[in-house]
């Protein structure tokens, strides 16, 4: 029974931080919309993490919850748990001003104002982290959804980029989170309901001892197309734009032998921010893909080459 209510918080936690995260890439898009769903998001996200608070204390039964924001902020506060060890929910009155954002968004269809838009990101981010450590004894920033990936070799992957960060090496970090994204993306791609131009057979088999240079040319029109599939692909599972471009301009460049060995060629050096965004975009989109369904896994065909890569870690890890 306590085992379940540990997992049952640990999702909620989980929860939280990824409305968290939703909300502030729409914070940072364009339009009226991207403003609103970032405002319902960072709202949701304080909103899910008192009810945490809530079953985790058990101060209320989840059948009992159905009560107004302000309420749950006083009930909390008033617990006698709390009150005895001179506990208290940070930020309350910027809690206020937020839910009543919300509330003008969601009954009137107010517009945020985007002057507004970094205070709302940078004080939710500060609730939660209080929150996470004060109720939780939880790092916010360490809390990640990798634990709910499916595939085994992803997680691996996405692990020892974890690790890499946790020893300060953002550049080895940003490989490993590109190169789970590259299989995951790939395996994604493999989903899309023909087989379109995976296979470039048609192309070497009739012009290659013909005209070499006809069938490079031909070849480059397949290579870009099966790009232009994949990324339609992409938008088409729910990636954004946005996100995509922010990803690629934080990331190396990476490619794929036919045996699915990677080589990641980049600038250099990577910096703490962007390898915590790739890290948390990659994990967030993998779990958003398992959501509807598109599995993805490191393909069968490269599952050798990813084990090699991963055993070779390993085998500098002892040394």
Known sequence: MEEDKRKATFRRLLLAKQLYLHGLDRSYEAGALN???AVHNLHNSIE???RAI????EIRAEKQLNIDFESMLNEIDNYQVFKD???RLPYRQEVRNLNQLRNMVQHHAVEPESSTMDDW????KRFLTRTYSEYFALDFDELSSVSLVNDQNLKELLCVASEKMSALEWT????FIKIAFGYAAYSVAKSL???GFNSSSFVTSRFRDEDRKLARAINSIYKRIRKAETFSAM???GVSLTQLKRFEASSPHLVFTIDGTPHVQGRGEYTEDECKWSYDFVVNTIINWQLIKLEPIVPEEAVDACNELLLGEKKNRIK
Request: glycine fraction near 4%; charge should be positive; aromatic fraction near 12%.
């Open 85 to 87: 060890a001179g506990r």
């Open 48 to 50: 899910v993490i008192l």
């Open 172 to 175: 080895a970090a940003i490989c």
């Open 235 to 237: 938008l088409a599972s």
């Open 35 to 37: 403003k609103m769903i």
């Open 193 to 195: 309901p023909t087989e």
């Open 54 to 57: 809530f079953l985790q204390y």
């Open 121 to 124: 990101r940078v004080f939710t």
